[in-house]
C-alpha cells in the first residue's frame, strides 16, 4: 500500500519558483590604457604636487597643530602636544607620525612643515589613484576618469589645499577608498565589510566627513546584487560602527566621554564644534566669516568650485554618478548651512567628488551625443568638429585661468620668512631653559631646535588658556623670554592678555619680510622681568 | 584571530553572488533513476513517529524503502513502529538488541538490510519536504558524488531564549558554513538528511558504534578517502527539526558532540587527507567547538578585566581590538535572523532579536561550559550517550509552508 492517494501532486503545488540565473560578475572593462594612462597620471600629479611643495601655499593656522600632535604621537607622550581635548579624532595625526620617516629619509634641516607637507604627497597621490579607480568603476572611459584626475590635480585650490597637512585631505583618501571598496566588481561582502572600515577611518581622520558616508551605503546599494545585498549592507554598517567605537570607547575608557568639571570631554569638544562654536555668519552676507571663505575658494578658482557645484546638482539626476553627487551635495549643503562654522579646508572635502561630477558628466554628454540622433547624416561630422573645438576652447580658456594660480604655486617661495626665522632662533637663542611663544607653524621647529616642549616652546593659544601652562608661569608674561611674532599670531582673536602683553614689552632682535607677512622675533624686557625660577 | 577565522567562514555563503548561488540545490529533471533506504532510528519517540512516517511516505519519489530501528527495551516506540509498518508495505521494522544503545549501533544493525543503493538517515522528529528525494537523487545523477548532504534546520526558535541562537547556528552552519567545508574536501557530516551510496557505506564499515558524533566520524572518513560530497541547500527542501527543550538538554547535546569532535580528532582518520591544507582545516574544523568556546569567553574576560582593574586606556583598547568580530557576529546574527524569518516565512518580532542579542554571552557561556564538559568527560573515559528528548514542538503549532511564505 503506498500513500499517493493521500497526497497527491496537485495537493501541493510545486511552489519552487524557477530559479534565477546565476548572477554574474560585473563586467571588467579594463581597457590596455589604463595602466599606462594611470601610471602617467600618478608621475605627472607627483610632479604638480612635488614641485615648491614646501613653498607654496603659505603655512596654515592648522597645519601646525596637527604636525605637532603628530610629534606628540610619535615621541610617545599622548595624543596631542598639550592636554588633547577630543577637537578631532587622531586618527588622522597617527598616520601623520606614522609616515613620520619619511620626510626624515629624503629632507633632513627643513622646516618641519615641509617635512609635514612631503607626508601629505602620499595621501595626494593615493587619492589621485583611488579617484581614477572610482571613475572607472563608476563606469566611465579612461579619458572622462583622466580628465577627473586633471581636474583634482590640476586646480590651483586643490592643488593648494592638497599640499597643506589638512585633515580633511587624509580623510577624502580614506573615503575614496571606502567608495572604490563599494564599487567591487566581485560583490565581495569582504569588500564591503573593507568599505565600511575604510569609512570609519575617513570619520576618525576628520569626523566632519561623516555626512558623506551615506554616499557609501548608497553606492553599495546600487552596485550589490539582489540576493546578498541585506548582507553586504550589514558588513559594511557592521565595520563602520565597529572600527568607529574604538573612539567613544577611548573617552569613556579615560573617563573624558561624558562633559564633567575639570576634565575635557568628547560629548563636550563635539557639542562645542555643533553648536558653541563661533558661527561664520551666512555666506550670503557680505562680510562674514563665511564670506570670505568661499570668496577665497572662488579667488583660487572659480572653474571647480562654481562649475563643480553645478555639476553636482545636475549629476544627481545621472544613474552612474548618483553617489558621487549625493557626496558632493551634501558636503556643499553642510558648508552653506547658515549659521554653521565653515573652516578654510572644508572644500577638500567636496573637491574629488566635484571633479568626478564634471568629468562623469562630460562622458554622459558624449554618450549622448554619439548615440542620438540628433541631426542628419550629412551635418554631423562638422557638428562633432565643432563639438571638439568647443571642448578644446573650454579646456583652454580653464587652462589660462588656473595658469596663474598655479604659477605661483610652483613658483613663489611664500614661507622664506619662517623658514629664516626659524633658523635665526636656532642659531641665535639658547634653548635651554629659555621660554620662546610661537605660533604653532614654528612650534616644531623649537622643538627640535632643543626647547622643552610645551614650557620652553609655548603655542600662544595656550599661554592664556591651558591651566596646565600657565600653572608654570607664575609671573605671566614676565617668566617669557622671547615671542616670535608672526601673520598667525596677529590675527588671533581677543582674549590673550598675556601674550598681548608681553608681545608690547618686548623689542624686536630680528625681523623678516614686509608687511602683513612680516616675522618679528621679539625680545621681552629682561629689566622688567623678576628672577624666574 | 578565531573569532575572524569563523566569521569568514560563517559568511562563506554570502561572500559573493556566485557563491550564494552556487549553494542552491540544482532543479531536478524529474526522473528518478535512484532506490533509497531511508534508516529512521526511534528511541522513545513515539509521540512524534507516526507523523514523521506519514510525512516521509508523502514522498513523490517512490523508490525507497523506510526502514524504523527501534530498541527492543522500547516497546511503545515499537508499537507505533509495527502498526505503522503494517499500514504501509514501504515501512519496515528491525529491532536492535543490543545492551547499551546508541544511534551509530541502530543503524549498523539496519544496514545489512538495506536494499536500495542510497542509504538516507533521519531522525524520529523530522519533518522531511515530499520533494526532497528528487532532488538527492538528482544530485546523485549529475554530479559523482558520494554523499549528498541535505540541509537541516531547527525551526521553533521562540520556545525558550537560547532556542533563537540555537536556529541561527543551524541556519548559519547549513545555508553557508558546509558548503565551504564540502568545497575544501573536509566535511563534517550531519546527522540526518545525509545520503551515502550503499557500496561505499559497506565498504567503510558503516558507522563507528563507539564515536558519540558517528556522522562527523563518518564524513571524516569517507573525505579522508576522497569520497565527494556534495551540499545542497535550499529553504524549501530542509529537514525541520526542534531544539533541545532545556537549557540543560543542549548543554549535554553539545556535551556529546564536542566530546564526538574530540574523538574522531583523536582517531587521527583525518590524517589521511592528500594535501596539507585539507589536515589543517580538518584540525581546526575538529578542535573549533573549543577554540571558539574559549576564544570567546577569554577575550570577554579579558576586556571586562581591563576595564574593572583600571588598566591604561592602551591596553584596554588592544583587549577590545579581538572582540570586534565577535562583536561584529552579532550584526550579522541579527540581519542572519531576518532572512530565516523570510525564507522560512516566520515572523521574528522585536523581542527575537532582543533575544538574540541579550543571549549572546550567556550562550557563548554555556558552549565554553559544554566544551569544558566534554573535554574533562573524554579525560575521565566517560562515553556513554546522553540523548536528547523531543517534544514536537516544531510541529506544533501548524508550522507554515515556505510556500505560503513565498507568496
Given amino acids: 500500500m503506498t500513500v499517493v492517494t493521500e497526497a497527491p501532486a496537485a495537493a501541493v503545488p510545486p511552489a519552487r519558483p524557477e530559479p534565477p540565473t546565476a548572477p554574474a560578475v560585473l563586467a571588467r572593462r579594463r581597457v590596455r590604457a589604463d595602466r599606462p594612462l594611470l601610471l602617467g597620471l600618478t608621475a605627472f600629479a607627483a610632479l604638480a604636487h612635488g614641485v615648491n611643495f614646501g613653498a607654496g601655499p603659505v603655512f596654515g593656522a592648522d597645519e601646525g597643530t596637527y604636525l605637532a600632535q603628530a610629534w606628540a604621537v610619535r615621541e610617545g607622550i599622548g595624543l596631542a602636544h598639550y592636554t588633547y581635548w577630543y577637537d578631532h579624532p587622531p586618527f588622522g595625526w597617527i598616520q601623520l607620525a606614522a609616515l613620520g620617516w619619511l620626510p626624515d629619509l629624503v629632507l633632513s634641516g627643513s622646516p618641519a612643515l615641509v617635512a609635514g607637507r612631503a607626508a601629505m604627497m602620499v595621501f595626494a597621490l593615493t587619492s589621485v589613484v583611488l579617484l581614477y579607480l572610482v571613475a572607472r568603476r563608476l563606469r566611465l572611459a579612461p579619458w572622462a576618469a583622466a580628465t577627473a584626475v586633471a581636474l583634482f590635480v590640476l586646480s590651483p585650490l586643490a592643488l593648494a589645499l592638497h599640499r597643506q597637512v589638512y585633515l580633511d585631505n587624509i580623510a577624502v583618501t580614506w573615503l575614496l577608498g571606502a567608495l572604490l571598496l563599494a564599487l567591487s566588481r566581485r560583490r565581495h561582502l569582504w569588500h564591503y565589510i573593507g568599505a565600511g572600515g575604510c569609512a570609519a577611518g575617513a570619520v576618525l581622520s576628520k569626523e566632519t566627513i561623516l555626512l558623506a558616508v551615506p554616499a557609501v551605503a548608497l553606492a553599495i546599494w546600487r552596485c550589490s546584487h539582489r540576493s546578498t545585498r541585506a548582507f553586504c549592507l550589514t558588513g559594511f554598517v557592521a565595520a563602520f560602527v565597529l572600527t568607529l567605537s574604538v573612539y567613544p570607547l577611548y573617552a569613556a575608557l579615560k573617563g573624558e566621554l561624558m562633559p564633567g568639571d575639570g576634565h575635557v570631554s568628547l560629548l563636550g569638544a563635539a557639542f562645542h564644534q555643533v553648536a558653541g562654536r563661533h558661527s561664520s555668519g551666512s555666506v550670503f552676507d557680505v562680510g562674514s566669516d563665511s564670506y570670505r571663505t568661499v570668496d577665497a575658494w572662488l579667488y583660487q578658482d572659480p572653474v571647480i568650485v562654481l562649475a563643480g557645484a553645478a555639476a553636482s546638482a545636475l549629476a544627481l539626476t545621472v544613474r552612474r554618478l548618483r553617489a558621487p553627487a549625493v557626496a558632493a551635495m551634501v558636503i556643499s549643503l553642510m558648508g552653506l548651512r547658515p549659521g554653521g562654522y565653515l573652516p578654510a579646508m572644508h572644500i577638500a572635502q567636496a ?82 631653559g629659555t621660554r620662546i611663544v610661537v605660533d604653532d607653524a614654528l612650534w616644531p621647529d623649537m622643538v627640535r631646535a632643543g626647547f622643552n616642549p610645551g614650557t620652553g616652546a609655548i603655542w600662544f593659544y595656550k599661554l592664556d588658556l591651558d591651566p596646565a601652562v600657565m600653572i608654570h608661569l607664575p609671573g605671566g608674561w614676565r617668566d617669557l623670554h622671547y615671542v616670535v611674532v608672526t601673520p598667525m599670531m596677529r590675527q588671533r582673536p581677543a582674549g590673550l592678555p598675556t601674550l598681548t602683553e608681553a608681545i608690547t614689552r618686548s623689542d624686536v632682535v630680528a625681523a623678516f619680510g614686509e608687511g602683513e607677512e612680516r616675522i618679528e622675533v621679539r625680545r621681552v624686557h629682561a629689566d622688567l622681568r623678576e628672577a624666574t625660577p | 584571530m578565531a573569532a575572524t577565522i569563523t566569521l569568514w567562514w560563517t559568511l562563506h555563503a554570502w561572500r559573493t553572488p556566485q557563491t550564494l548561488y552556487a549553494t542552491r540545490f540544482a532543479p531536478p529533471d524529474g526522473s528518478h533513476g535512484h532506490t533509497f533506504s531511508l534508516l529512521l532510528p526511534a528511541r522513545h519517540e513515539e509521540a512524534v513517529l507516526a507523523q514523521t512516517v506519514r510525512k516521509l511516505l508523502q514522498s513523490r519519489h517512490q523508490g525507497f524503502e523506510l526502514i524504523l530501528i527501534v530498541g527492543h527495551d522500547d516497546p511503545a516506540t515499537a508499537t507505533v513502529a509495527h502498526e505503522l509498518a503494517a499500514e504501509h508495505s514501504q515501512v519496515s521494522v528491525i529491532v536492535d538488541h543490543h545492551a547499551v544503545k546508541n544511534k551509530p549501533k541502530a543503524l549498523n544493525t539496519a544496514l545489512p538490510s538495506c536494499t536500495g543503493d542510497i542509504v538516507g538517515v533521519f531522525d524520529a522528529e523530522d519533518q522531511v519536504h515530499p520533494d526532497l528525494l528528487t532532488h538527492v537523487d538528482y544530485a546523485f545523477r549529475t554530479t559523482d558524488a558520494t554523499v549528498v548532504q541535505g540541509g537541516v534546520q531547527l525551526i521553533n526558535f521562540h520556545s525558550n531564549w537560547f532556542s533563537v541562537r540555537n536556529c541561527l547556528e543551524y541556519f548559519f552552519w547549513f545555508r553557508s558554513r558546509l558548503h565551504l567545508q564540502a568545497q575544501r574536501g573536509f566535511i563534517p557530516l550531519g546527522g540526518n538528511t545525509v545520503f551515502v551510496r550503499a557500496n561505499t557505506l559497506r565498504e567503510v564499515g558503516g558507522w563507528d558504534p563507539q564515536c558519540l558524533a558517528e556522522d562527523c566520524d563518518l564524513g571524516v572518513r569517507l573525505s579522508s578517502i576522497g569520497c565527494k560530497v556534495v551540499v545542497a541547500y535550499d529553504a524549501l527542501l530542509v529537514t525541520r527539526e526542534e531544539t533541545p527543550d532545556t537549557a540543560t538538554a543542549l548543554f549535554k547535546q553539545r556535551t556529546r558532540w564536542n566530546q564526538g569532535f574530540l574523538q574522531v580528532l583523536r582517531k587521527g582518520d583525518w590524517r589521511q587527507l592528500p594535501s596539507r591544507r585539507q589536515r589543517l582545516l580538518a584540525r581546526y574544523t575538529l578542535a573549533s567547538p573549543f577554540v571558539q568556546a574559549f576564544t570567546g569567553v577569554t577575550t570577554l574576560a579579558g576586556f571586562t578585566m581591563a576595564v574593572l582593574f583600571n588598566l591604561p586606556a592602551g591596553i584596554a583598547l588592544l583587549s577590545y581590538l579581538p572582540l570586534l568580530p565577535t562583536v561584529g557576529n552579532l550584526f550579522f546574527e541579527v540581519i542572519g535572523l531576518h532572512d530565516f524569518g523570510r525564507q522560512y516565512g516566520l515572523r521574528i518580532r522585536a523581542v527575537d532579536y532582543a533575544k538574540l542579542i541579550a543571549g549572546a554571552p550567556v550562550y557563548m557561556l554555556l558552549l565554553a561550559g559544554a566544551a569544558t564538559r566534554a573535554v574533562f568527560r573524554e579525560w575521565r573515559g566517560r562515553r556513554d550517550w546522553e540523548l536528547t528528548r523531543h517534544v514536537g514542538a516544531h510541529l506544533l503549532p501548524d508550522v507554515p509552508t515556505p510556500a505560503a511564505a513565498d507568496a
Fill in chain 1, 351 to 432: 573637491l574629488p567628488f566635484y571633479a568626478l561630477c564634471l568629468a562623469g558628466l562630460a562622458h554622459t554628454a558624449v554618450v549622448l551625443f554619439r548615440r542620438g540622433a540628433w541631426a542628419p547624416p550629412r551635418l554631423r561630422l562638422p557638428v562633432r568638429l565643432a563639438a571638439l573645438a568647443l571642448a578644446g576652447a573650454l579646456a583652454l580658456a580653464v587652462g589660462v585661468s588656473w595658469h596663474d594660480g598655479n604659477r605661483r604655486l610652483w613658483r613663489d617661495d611664500a614661507n622664506a620668512e619662517y623658514a629664516a626665522a626659524g633658523r635665526w632662533v636656532r642659531d641665535h637663542v639658547h634653548a635651554d
